[in-house]
Each structure stands twice: as C-alpha cells, then as structure tokens.
C-alpha cells in the first residue's frame, strides 16, 4: 500500500519524507489556500521533496480550459499528477489528455458509477472520498471496496486512492480492502505511528536497563 500526504504545508511533507514511508503528495485548492506564496512556487518544491506522484488541481469548469490547465499544470514538475473533480466537462477533459500521456486523479468521487466513468476515460487514480461520506452519515469505506470489486473485476489499470482520511481506522480498513493508496492528513499519519503500550513498554524497558548496565 502506498501512503501520499494530503497536505500542501512543506514542512510537513519534509517530515515524512524523512521518515522513509512517503510515496506520493495530494493537495487541492483549500489545503493550497492554507499555505503562504505563490501556487506554482509551492507545488515545484512539493515537487523537489517529493519522487513520487503530487496531485494538482485544475480549477477550470469548461472542458477547452481544463484542458488547457492540465497541459499548464503538467509543465511545472515531471511528477505532477492532474486532479480533475468528476463532472461531465472534467471527464471529457480526462480523456483528452489521459490520451496524451498526462496522468490524471479523479477527485470528488462519491459513488461507484463515477469512478467507473472516470476509469473508462482513462484516469490513473480515482479518489473517493471516504470522510465526507461518513460525515452525512452514509458510509465512505463502502464506497471504497465496490470501487475495488468493479476496477478489479474489469482490470482497469486505474489505482484507487482511499481519500477524505480522518482517522488511523480508515487506514486499517481500506489496507484491509486493498485500497491501492491512502492520502493521509500528517495529523492522522502521526498517530499511525503511536500507540500507549509502546511508550509504557519502551519506558520499562530503559528503566529495567538502568539496573543492568548499573551492576
Ligand atoms: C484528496 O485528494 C483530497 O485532497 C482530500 O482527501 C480531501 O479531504 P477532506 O475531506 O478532509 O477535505
């Protein structure tokens, strides 16, 4: 399973570099407007940071123009990944530059037949958003495994981003399922990490450790 960040805060995104289990960056214009400077300069030093796929999200809304902002977009970093919300004139746009060998996620995947329309226009990565389901009470990890069942039963070459993360069990469920990738907030990342009996155990041991090397 591959683990992205979904953050456009640099020092975050350093940190779990650093920790050797970063595979991949996910941000989009709310996680962008949260940080300071320019929208390019910020995705170019994602993009330094980071070897593997960052996902940029076009804006445009009329398919000539999301178009055009792909081809844009795909100039800044060789490993820029176009996030294309799932809207008629965003999956006509898909299809166009998927074509021409642009890497595309669709985004604002709430329901099965979306994800299969954005994998027959040729989109590398579809996101279904796990979180936003969840809060109005409909349930996002089953969401997930249908998308999981219907790519898998036709053998779509399109990897599912388990996305919209809250918490460390959304990661536990859609590991379970399968899900190719999880987009994760560095606060949920974090607590992937912790657990209670790890920090009591560790301190009994160096305690006890104390005594031994004492003798
Ligand atoms: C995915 O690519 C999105 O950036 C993200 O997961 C949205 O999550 P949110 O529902 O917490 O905004």
């Not at 570099?17 to 709310?30: E, F, K, Q």
């Amino acid at each position: 399973m591959q683990f992205f960040l979904d953050t456009a805060n640099i020092d975050q995104i350093k940190e779990a570099a650093s920790w050797g289990i970063l595979d991949g960056v996910t941000t989009n214009p709310s996680l962008l407007s949260k940080e300071e400077g320019k929208f390019e300069d910020i995705i170019k030093e994602i993009c330094r940071v980071v070897p593997g796929p960052v996902s940029v999200e076009c804006v445009s809304t009329k398919v000539a123009e999301i178009i055009a902002e792909a081809r844009e977009l795909s100039k800044l970093a060789d490993n820029v990944v176009i996030k294309i919300p799932i809207f008629l004139d965003g999956l006509k746009a898909t299809k166009v530059i998927s074509e021409e060998g642009i890497q595309v996620n669709t985004t604002l995947v709430f329901s099965p037949n979306q994800a299969l329309l954005a994998a027959k226009a040729g989109a590398r990565y579809v996101s279904p958003f796990i979180g936003r389901l969840d809060d109005i009470t409909h349930d996002g990890m089953e969401l997930v495994e249908q998308i999981l069942v219907i790519l898998d039963t036709y053998g779509f070459n399109t990897k599912v981003i388990a996305a919209s993360i809250r918490h460390p069990r959304h990661v536990i469920e859609a590991a379970m399922m399968g899900a190719d990738i999880a987009t994760i907030p560095f606060g949920v990342l974090d607590k992937l990490l912790k657990h209670p009996l790890t920090d009591l155990g560790m301190d009994k041991f160096l305690a006890d450790w104390e005594k031994v090397k004492s003798r």
